[in-house]
Nanobody, 127 residues
């Protein structure tokens, strides 16, 4: 069974930074897609950032310029560097991966297209 485990969440003040990590077991990101999603109380789970098998990245408008998604050389760990955090960034952050191989340079944005999910890590940003 593929397992994704997030870590790195916590509580920070506005303007601070956090680095989230997602470790994958029995899985390689080399030919598949990985992404970060988040869900705040009362809100739908939405995409934050994703990276394709050509290392191209895509960000939600709300985090573009502040967050950076990356993966290690072995394609076994996914990262999300979050800078200049805002209170509206407060949410549970989830790491997700696809089971389907997509053509080079493209990954889906719909959450239903991601098959494997971690348990989430909480990020709380205080004013």
């Amino acid at each position: 069974q593929v397992q994704l485990v997030e870590s790195g969440g916590g509580s920070v003040q506005a303007g601070g930074s956090l680095r989230l990590s997602c470790a994958a077991s029995r899985y390689s990101y080399a030919r598949y897609c990985m992404g970060w999603f988040r869900q705040a109380p009362g809100k739908e789970r939405g995409g934050v950032a994703r990276i394709d098998n050509a290392d191209s990245t895509t960000y939600a408008d709300s985090v573009n310029g502040r967050f950076t998604i990356a993966q290690d050389n072995a394609h076994r760990t996914l990262y999300l560097q979050m800078n200049t955090l805002k209170p509206e960034d407060t949410a549970m952050y989830y790491c997700a991966a696809t089971r389907t191989y997509y053509r080079t340079g493209w990954c889906p944005s719909r959450r239903d297209d991601y098959n494997y999910w971690g348990q989430g890590t909480q990020v709380t940003v205080s004013s």
